[in-house]
DNA sequence: ATATAAATTAGAATAACTCTAAACTAACTG
DNA sequence: CAGTTAGTTTAGAGTTATTCTAATTTATAT
């Protein structure tokens, strides 16, 4: 149950990210374990709440650090708040409006057909599909 | 070409919203002439270039309200603003992410096959396919 | 006309970020 | 190692879209 950060720095080392003690926690918060849906605000509680003392400023530096790496991915689905998916791969959501509740559409439930090409002058830069739900009454 | 305001009063009327001389402006504006995809702040500055004084937060009252009762459907592609669209009806859209410009996914274009089931215990509310794409170099 | 409920508004408040500039630290170099 | 430097963190201030508040105004009904 030890040497547990080795596969985290590897993974911050290889994308040019320096290992420190911030980043770390951060990492295996998002990357040990499951894939995971997050915002700025959720992971910061999780990171203090293993009392690691990280500013909210640096979770912010640290998910658009890590997006812009590749390790994570932006799900926009919430005028008010930005959320954070470990999954990187191309896959689909469903977005609870009244939990705020986001969950990945299972792959093969869904696929998207006849995609039209980009309008003139413009590259595509991805696809996503949201379906949304209500759980309230 | 008078008569200016006739269909939009009953718009509004039918919408169990009081015809008032803001949001007949901003119901002009948005539902005379083709489909529409806008902001609080464009519509707002569109409304005060056609002179009627409107303060933002009408502009505001009246896009929710319209949302509500709908006239209009919210369109979420932008972790910054809110986006809303005179077509209510099912369609999907393409998001340049450079430029902000938001439009419409021609019909028969795209198409997304075997819907999921919401999970238990939700209900479906919408499905939203968005199509990101960039302009800048 | 009056009354009443609904709507508008200015400006304050909120919330989710982003920025700044100073303090810290990881990594390199000899 | 010790020294240097570039990258990182942070507190707190700033920004921006949006919402709220409470006072004023207006639409509609009688
Ligand atoms: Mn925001
Ligand atoms: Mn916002
Ligand atoms: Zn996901
Ligand atoms: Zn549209």
Redesign the pocket.
Same mark, same amino acid.
């Given at each position: 149950m030890d040497r547990p950060y080795t596969g985290v720095i590897e993974r911050l080392?290889n994308a040019?990210? &320096?290992? +420190? &003690?911030?980043?770390l926690a951060l990492a295996k918060l998002l990357f040990d374990g499951g894939d995971r849906h997050i +915002?700025?605000?959720t992971l910061h509680a999780e990171v203090l709440a293993a009392n690691v003392?990280? %500013?909210?400023? +640096?979770?912010?530096?640290?998910?658009?650090?890590f997006t812009r790496s590749g390790l994570l991915r932006e799900v926009v689905v919430d %005028? %008010?708040?930005?959320y954070f998916d470990t999954n990187t791969s191309g896959h689909h959501h469903f977005f609870d409006e009244d939990t705020g509740d986001l969950s990945d559409i299972p792959d093969g439930e869904i696929s998207v057909s006849s995609l039209p090409g980009a309008p003139a002058g413009k590259v595509l830069s991805g696809v996503e599909v949201v379906v949304r739900v209500r759980s309230q009454q």
């Open positions: 080392k040019g990210l &320096r290992p +420190t &003690r911030q980043r +915002t700025a605000e003392r990280v %500013s909210l400023a +640096t979770v912010y530096n640290a998910l658009h650090q %005028s %008010s708040r930005a």
